[in-house]
Structures are given as structure tokens and as C-alpha cells.
T-cell receptor, first 113, second 114 residues
Framework: DQQVKQNSPSLSVQEGRISILNCDYTNSMFDYFLWYKKYPAEGPTFLISISSIKDKNEDGRFTVFLNKSAKHLSLHIVPSQPGDSAVYFCAASGEAAGNKLTFGGGTRVLVKP | EPEVTQTPSHQVTQMGQEVILRCVPISNHLYFYWYRQILGQKVEFLVSFYNNEISEKSEIFDDQFSVERPDGSNFTLKIRSTKLEDSAMYFC????????????FGSGTRLTVV
């Protein structure tokens, strides 16, 4: 099941620079998209979300962009901080797709001081 | 901030044994879920529970799995006869409403079947 894909398994970025994480989806019934952050031995923590009626949502250092025609979303973290080092999961949901989250495989981000 | 609490944090069991993973969702939440993550793989949906019944389940959630909300606060996942491939992190989650908007996860139970 590859309905949600994160093609970059890892990303390394210098502190203070921008981190860009990408996510693609295939199911047109998804209409809500979320990013979760996960540290080892912890559960996923909600970061930011976006509805399909928008193309951008911003919350502090985190911005999510949605390109519905391309079925693509991205998460920008600016500026990146060492504490941002974690695995980031893209997830998608939609009432027509069932009330569950479908996750991508995750991108491991390392922010170097 | 309210939390979803899972116990135990780590469970080791022999193949063929029954295990019960426990979760205490956030108190005013209405929807409850179990997800799992096999090491190095995606977080996968297992089951959702609403109004004291299963609302949706995945192919993974076969007859060996069951869920229960026995007392209005706990939410449990039972695996009747564990297999080696059941080894994974199991995450409980809950949401107040409109579950498509995402929910709060617990910190997980690491199940190791030997």
C-alpha cells in the first residue's frame, strides 16, 4: 500500500537553514493532510495540518504547502534547529477514505549544529 | 497537557501466548485507535473504535486481534496467539471528534515475540 509516499528516507541540514520534506499521495479521496514528528521510543506528535481547500498553512517555523493537482505536499522548517532532529511522517485522511490516517514511510531529519 | 497513556512500555512474550496491551485515552475523547510500526517500516492502521464498537479495521486486524473498552477509561488490544511477525511498536491514539483531523498518540508499547 503506497498511497502516501515520502521518497527521501533521510535529510541532513545545517542549523539555521531550511529543511524541506516532501510527500506524495495517490488517493484522490484524501482531503486532509498532516505532519507528525517522532522521536525514538515515543509516539508520533502532531505538528501541522492542511485541508485540501487550502494551499498553505503556517505555524511558527513550520509551513505546509499543498499542491492538489500534483498530489504533493511539503513541509518547510525555517530555521532548522538541532531539536528538530527526528523522523517526520506525512499522513493523509479523509471521510471518504475512512476515518484513519494513512502514513508515509517517514523522513529522518538530522540538523547539524 | 492531556496524554494518552500506554502500558507496559515493553512486553516480551513467547510465540503462541496471549498479550493484552493497555491504553488510557484522553478522558473526553470519543474515538480510539490502534496503530503499529514494525521496525523500519511505516506506521500502519489496525483498528478504530467508536461508540463501543469497531468502526473500521485493516487487513492486519484478523481474528487473532480484538479490542475492548471494558470500563469506560481503558482501551485494550488483545492478541490471542502471538506470532514472531507481531513484534512491533503498538501505538494507541484518541481523538475528540472529526478524527480525520488527526489525533493524540501514546508513547507506544514495544512488543517482542520470541
Amino acid at each position: 500500500d503506497q498511497q502516501v509516499k515520502q521518497n527521501s528516507p533521510s535529510l541532513s541540514v545545517q542549523e539555521g537553514r531550511i529543511s524541506i520534506l516532501n510527500c506524495d499521495y495517490t488517493n484522490s479521496m484524501f482531503d486532509y493532510f498532516l505532519w507528525y514528528k517522532k522521536y525514538p521510543a515515543e509516539g508520533p506528535t502532531f505538528l501541522i495540518s492542511i485541508s485540501s481547500i487550502k494551499d498553505k498553512n503556517e505555524d511558527g517555523r513550520f509551513t505546509v504547502f499543498l499542491n492538489k493537482s500534483a498530489k504533493h505536499l511539503s513541509l518547510h522548517i525555517v530555521p532548522s534547529q538541532p531539536g528538530d532532529s527526528a523522523v517526520y511522517f506525512c499522513a493523509a485522511s479523509g471521510e471518504a477514505a475512512g476515518n484513519k490516517l494513512t502514513f508515509g514511510g517517514g523522513t529522518r531529519v538530522l540538523v547539524k549544529p | 497537557e492531556p496524554e494518552v497513556t500506554q502500558t507496559p512500555s515493553h512486553q516480551v512474550t513467547q510465540m503462541g501466548q496471549e498479550v493484552i496491551l493497555r491504553c488510557v485515552p484522553i478522558s473526553n475523547h470519543l474515538y480510539f485507535y490502534w496503530y503499529r510500526q514494525i521496525l523500519g517500516q511505516k506506521v500502519e492502521f489496525l483498528v478504530s473504535f467508536y461508540n463501543n464498537e469497531i468502526s473500521e479495521k485493516s487487513e492486519i486486524f484478523d481474528d487473532q486481534f480484538s479490542v475492548e473498552r471494558p470500563d469506560g477509561s481503558n482501551f485494550t488490544l488483545k492478541i490471542r496467539s502471538t506470532k514472531l511477525e507481531d513484534s512491533a511498536m503498538y501505538f494507541c491514539a484518541s481523538s475528540p471528534d472529526r478524527p480525520i483531523y488527526g489525533y493524540t498518540f501514546g508513547s507506544g508499547t514495544r512488543l517482542t515475540v520470541v
